[in-house]
């Protein structure tokens, strides 16, 4: 079932904190969302672990998407390779890293 079709609960910040163990089972246990409210508003949205991974993995997937059509033009007009680009991207990957986690490039 896609997410678009999953079932979808609203629940009160009120009525969570007094029942948020078995809110947070049937999340985690179903492909039904729920939507907190506060004072009416939504203002969060639980989701399973599975669910919530899917959709880090999809933006993530978008995100590639997106950046090799950008850099498709900018490659084919440099005469670069395929093996050339992930070269790169490889390269991009360990600076990215190593300015997040404090790691040494690898050359």
Do not use: C
């Not at 933006?59 to 900018?74: D, F, S, T």
């Not at 991207?89 to 600076?95: E, H, L, P, S, T």
């Amino acid at each position: 079932m896609n997410r678009s079709e999953s079932p979808v609960n609203r629940i009160k910040v009120t009525d969570l904190q007094r029942s948020l163990s078995r809110t947070i089972n049937e999340v985690a246990l179903s492909d039904t969302a729920v939507v907190v409210e506060k004072s009416g508003l939504p203002v969060a949205v639980l989701v399973s672990y599975r669910e919530f991974e899917e959709a880090r993995r999809l933006a993530g997937l978008k995100a590639l998407n997106q950046a090799v059509r950008a850099i498709g033009p900018i490659a084919e007009a440099e005469g670069w390779t395929e093996e050339d680009v992930t070269v790169e991207v490889d390269k991009a990957k360990r600076d990215v890293a190593a300015k997040k986690y404090g790691r040494r490039r690898k050359h």
